[in-house]
């Protein structure tokens, strides 16, 4: 019998609008933790941004401190910090899967779970430390 | 004990008549507790015969019934009909050429997986009398998920890297060579490295971690080939550090 | 099929690894501090001049760039692919080159407080 295979081709731009293919949006949820990146990358250039103002002097500081604060600033800002939280709840469920497994003095594994709940305490921590450390160095 | 009568949609596909896939719809009466197998078994013993699948095993260990299973890589064995619903919609695995129905052509992954050279490459070559390897407990944990691979496919079904870019590897195959590199009685990364960490090696995935999701024996794959990522960056660094030196 | 040279992919993969588990940890409170919804005193031009004043937190506030964009550059770069642009080259000379400037201008910016 003649083999003639039958391509079966994906769309680049369509893959993962496609039918969800498992029990929830599999690969929505993928793209869209991808996507925080872009939010990431627009706070950062903000930033940077607000050390050039910080660095031209106080009337500067307060033009980028007036747009940063206003209404669509805030609103701005709180769209980013969305996706900031979307990227550390996806990248700390996703961490223990990149490690080797940890183990205990007895060589029984750490689950994932255990390593999960160690990154969210961690970030309310270093949250908390932040907010402290910053509320003590206010002049 | 209850019959259902259910619709299975079905992929057909003739080489040698059809210019393109086109699908055929059964009523299967089945029972309470079939898997998707058994309605295509029922629909070849009684309804067609020219209705072309691979099966072996029929409990899951020898990986050859995977196939989508309303649109998800399923191993047919393992799909119960009573999780579904009154249609079901079955086709080859995605991303494969199909071969006949619901047979698909796996020559890349058969190749791919050769390239990886997996198996145990070690360090000095042993003969009998030198005695076993000797591997601890914990030493075989670490890989011992990595080792259930049963080469059913599902996970290049299921990756959208390998969807769109057929130089990948892909899961299977990079976990396997993560497997061996990982091996305590191993010592063939110097042979595998241009496979693993050159094109179309694990720095093509951008962990999805759907091949992981649909694996029928828990083999982990995305997280083996992140694992490989950092043993390859480390030993990029340390290279690079040593040239013409270390391993 | 396969090149013979290695990737050099480990070499923006480790920024981004880095950069990824600083931003999943610190940016959220960061965010929170710059709305002026949380300690807004903390934000005003004395506060944040002093503290930019100080070589320890010039090199925080160094970090609260650095980390972030390397981070953000590799992961746009891949993100692109995702939504089907092949020009991988193309992007890579944008955002690799756009996080080196935006990490210069950090320290010249740093340098002049």
Known sequence: MARRPYPQEVDRFKWWIADPHFNRPFYLDYMARESTCIFIALYAILFVWGLGALASGPEAYAGFIGAMQSTGGVILQLVILAFAVYHTVTWFILAPQGMKPMRMKDGKRVPAGRVVQALFAMWAGATVVTLLLVWVLIP | MTVQNRQIEVLRYDPERNDAPYFDTFTVPCKEEWVVLDALTYIKDELDPSLTFRWSCHMAVCGSCGMQVDNKPTLSCKAFVRDYGEKIRVEPLANFPIERDLVICQDDFMEKLERGRPWIIPEQKREVDDGPYVQTPVQLDDIKAHTMCINCLLCYAACPVYALERDFMGPAALTLMYRYNADSRDGGWDERREVFAGHGGVWECSFVGACSDVCPKHVEPATAIQKGKMDSAVDYFTRFLMPGGGK | ?113
């Open chain 3, 1 to 113: 099929m396969n090149s013979k040279v290695p990737s050099h992919k480990p070499l923006v993969w480790l920024p981004f690894a880095a950069g990824g588990m600083f931003a999943a940890l610190l940016l959220p409170a960061a965010i929170l501090l710059t709305t002026g919804l949380v300690l807004p005193a903390a934000t005003s031009y004395e506060a944040a001049h002093a503290f930019a004043s100080n070589w320890l937190g010039k090199l925080v506030l160094l970090g609260f760039v650095l980390l972030p964009v390397w981070h953000a550059a590799h992961r746009l770069r891949v993100t692109a692919y995702d939504f089907g642009i092949r020009a991988d080259t193309m992007v890579a000379w944008i955002v690799y080159p756009g996080a080196a400037l935006l990490s210069v201008l950090a320290v010249v910016f740093l340098l002049q407080i």
